[in-house]
């Protein structure tokens, strides 16, 4: 993995790039189609909305930006704790408390749209929701799928209910209240955007300070717990963090989107990378990029709603992710068995040739030609010769007189190797594992590939009594013309 | 803590119940889950500087035992002491290997990380993991054969290879009392002889380790104390004498069936008034 790790950065970057090419281009293309200005227009909208220059805007693409961070960053904890539906329930439990909240502040002072006594009836039912599963979890033999479902759309319900009550009051002015289930960023304020750039920064403070608490208990709690960590008082951190991201973000993505945000990063940053200190700051960009474009993309076409926006982007850089991240996307897996079959395909030919050398009747003078070595084993014409192409671009093998197949110097080396090896393991299984000599060489085919340079040594140093000089003699009976059954 | 004995418990006359220095003294120690006993009333002295197999059938409560020491299970009754005082007050000179199985292999550290985590107490409160810590953890990967697998993400190891990480982790701890929940589970003979060769080494040092074990021919040749469980404690002592046909009948033979029944009905039934769940 190590020696990979370079090119991993590399091509994260490359394909980072890319990306972002791709967004602006769908951008300019849906732009493009959905309105008639020409494209002069356009492109002076861009560059107004991307380069910061109206004030709106401004909040609400920084806004988001940094909300998107904080939830990337956040949602990767989130995520290894395999809490991802909890945050997606208590997302949903903060409805009643905003409804309620409002109904209280109506009927207090009249004036029900203050966010900082809504932001607070989110955050406490956010938490009276996730307690409301711990008891069900503790108190009843529910499995926690049901338990978490069930929470979720009962407060959801219980919200839906008190919202139109809401809407009903006389006061209050209840216009407006949905924008928390759908997520409104337009009506984001200097003062929202700032809370929302304080809660960032308590998210990566706080990410970076408890990294090695955070892992500790995200990988094995139980462990955490017997060196005297505070587990729960280190899972309710966590947990808070995500509490707090998610009311903040409410406003901007909307309660049903917010989870998205949390999750979505965090998902797509793990098929980049194995360690967790890369997936993290990787989520934690993942994030705030969505938030830049999501709201950029809103910003410049009035009735595309940000949250939509915005998840939508984080699901551009998943789907990115899952085929090209380089740690284990799509194409990095079928890249890697590709290379494996072809690294198979030229040991068992360079083993054929070897082993015709050594069997044929008439001396080393002629190779076999293609038609004989496809009798051997069971490969395809095509493959053969796929394969002998590319051996010859190796110079690991020319052709001799009549189209017989010879190797070269550089290719006896490696053919070496590879009969060395295979005679290895294949002593080893009849000496170690009971295997019939009649059936050693198939199953030592399979595995041969495979085996690790510190695995060989240790055979070797095993067998070292049994096989003797440089190159063991096969333990069975070689046929030239037969070769595998 | 007076000394009382119990007919099950057949301790070395050096270590009796009660003894302060013991490296684990449990007393009177019943552990349920959702209403249904898995221990009763264990009576434990344990001796220093020896190799202790826990052995008994599969739901014996061989690993909620372990987890019940540690706090990880609560206790419905009983007192257990680390050297004479509570386990909070000594967890630093104790070591625990849990089970393979407990954690997600696929998470994305590599082997080297997992074991730094034995260090993580020492280490403290929001401060990283220094390059003298990172010294001490490939040094215990190298005690366990792993030290050319530092680099390597877990999800790559094998099953024996993790098991080995785990054994690592609490070997940089440094500790005086090692639990280690069925190491030879599922390994390969690598590291089967890896861990033997190291539960000597341990013993050699003085340390005390207390195995949960599920090969009883391996017992004797790997082990010189034995605690034989089945909810309730069976026997316990040194191999030799512990160890014998008619103490493993009562271990595995069908006495507790009838016991174990009633405890399903008792679960199954209403509640008592008195019960607290």
Redesign the interface.
């Known amino acids: 993995?190590?020696n990979r790790r370079p090119t991993t950065l590399k091509m994260a970057s490359i394909l980072l790039v890319a990306m972002l090419l791709m967004v602006a281009g769908s951008m300019a293309a849906i732009a493009g189609t959905g309105h008639t200005e020409s494209a002069d227009d356009f492109s002076t909208e861009l560059l107004r909305v991307f380069t910061f220059q109206d004030y709106n805007t401004r909040v609400v693409v920084v806004g988001t930006t940094l909300l998107g961070l904080a939830a990337g960053l956040i949602g990767t904890f989130l995520v290894?704790r395999?809490r991802a539906l909890l945050s997606d329930t208590l997302s949903h439990a903060t409805l009643p408390g905003i409804a309620l909240a409002f109904i209280v502040m109506t009927l207090t002072t009249g004036d029900g749209k203050q966010l900082p006594a809504l932001i607070a009836g989110a955050a406490v039912f956010s938490v009276i929701g996730t307690l409301s599963v711990l008891a069900i979890q503790r108190f009843s033999?529910l499995k926690d799928d049901a338990a978490l479902g069930i929470v979720l759309s009962v407060y959801f319900g219980l919200g839906i209910a008190l919202m139109g009550m809401a809407t009903r009051m006389d006061a209050g002015n209840a216009a407006g209240l949905s924008s928390f289930i759908y997520g409104k960023t337009a009506s984001m304020l200097f003062s929202d955007a700032l809370l929302i750039a304080v809660t960032a920064l308590v998210a990566a403070v706080a990410s970076i300070?408890?990294?090695?608490?955070f892992?500790?208990v995200?990988?094995?709690a139980?462990?955490?717990?017997?060196?005297?960590?505070p587990v729960g008082l280190l899972d309710f951190l966590m947990m808070a963090l995500v509490v707090l991201v998610t009311v903040i973000g409410l406003q901007a993505v909307g309660l049903i989107l917010v989870v998205a945000l949390l999750i979505i990063p965090a998902a797509s940053a793990?098929f980049w990378?194995?360690?967790?200190r890369t997936?993290l700051w990787l989520s934690g960009v993942f994030g705030a990029l969505s938030g830049f474009f999501g709201s950029g993309v809103s910003a410049l076409m009035a009735n595309l709603p940000a949250g939509a926006v915005i998840v939508l982007t984080a699901s551009l850089f998943f789907i990115v992710s899952l085929v090209f991240g380089s740690a284990r996307g799509l194409v990095r897996i079928s890249i890697d068995r590709m290379q494996l079959r072809r690294k198979i395909m030229n040991e068992n030919l360079l083993r054929d040739l070897h082993e015709w050398m050594e069997t044929a009747s008439d001396g080393n003078a002629v190779g076999p030609e293609i038609r004989q070595l496809l009798s051997r084993r069971a490969w395809s014409p095509s493959a053969l010769r796929r394969t002998v192409k590319r051996l010859r671009r190796q110079q690991m093998l020319h052709h001799g007189p009549s189209m017989s197949l010879r190797l070269t110097d550089v290719g006896t080396q490696s053919a070496r190797e590879v009969v060395r090896r295979h005679r290895l393991w294949e002593t080893y299984l009849i000496t170690h594992a009971d295997v019939a000599p009649g059936m050693v060489d198939l199953s030592a085919d399979r595995i041969e590939h495979v085996l690790d340079p510190?695995l060989i040594d240790q055979l070797e140093a095993t067998l070292a009594d049994q096989t003797g000089g440089e190159l063991p003699r096969s333990p069975h009976e070689l046929v030239a013309e037969k070769g595998v059954p | 803590m007076a000394a009382t004995p119990h007919h099950a418990t057949e301790t070395k006359s050096t270590a009796g119940i009660g003894d302060s220095s013991a490296p684990l003294w449990v007393n009177d120690l019943t552990v349920a889950y959702h209403r249904k006993p898995v221990l009763w009333d264990i009576e434990l002295n344990l001796p220093e500087g020896r190799l202790i197999a826990v052995v008994g059938p599969n739901g014996a409560g061989k690993s909620t035992f372990i987890k019940s020491v540690l706090g990880l299970v609560p206790r419905a009754s009983g007192a257990v002491t680390i050297y004479g005082k509570s386990y909070k007050a000594q967890r630093h000179l104790v070591g625990y290997v849990p089970q393979r199985e407990s954690v997600d292999w696929d998470f994305p550290v590599n082997a080297l990380e997992v074991v730094a985590m034995g260090l993580y107490r020492k280490i403290g409160w929001l401060r990283p993991v220094g390059k003298r810590d990172r010294q001490i953890a490939l040094e215990a990967l190298d005690k366990v054969g792993m030290a050319n697998f530092a680099d390597r993400q877990i999800s790559q190891l094998s099953g024996g290879q993790q098991q080995r990480v785990f054994l690592a982790r609490a070997l940089a701890q440094d500790a005086r009392l090692y639990f280690m929940d069925e190491p030879f589970a599922g390994v390969d003979v690598a590291t089967e002889r890896a861990i033997i060769a190291l539960l000597k080494e341990l013993k050699a040092a003085g340390k005390t380790c207390v195995v949960v074990h599920h090969d009883l021919q391996t017992v004797p040749t790997y082990f010189d104390h034995v605690v034989l469980l089945n909810m309730r404690l069976v026997a316990a002592g040194p191999v030799e004498t512990v160890f014998n046909e008619e103490n493993l009948k009562k271990t595995y033979g069908g006495r507790l069936t009838l016991l174990s029944q009633a405890l399903d009905e008792y679960a199954k039934g209403p509640r008592f008034p008195t019960d607290k769940g």
Do not use: A, I
């Not at chain 1, 139980?222 to 005297?228: E, K």
């Open positions: 993995m190590n290894l395999k033999r300070l408890f990294f090695k608490e892992s500790l995200c990988f094995d139980d462990y955490g717990n017997t060196q005297g960590w793990r990378t194995f360690r967790l997936m510190l």
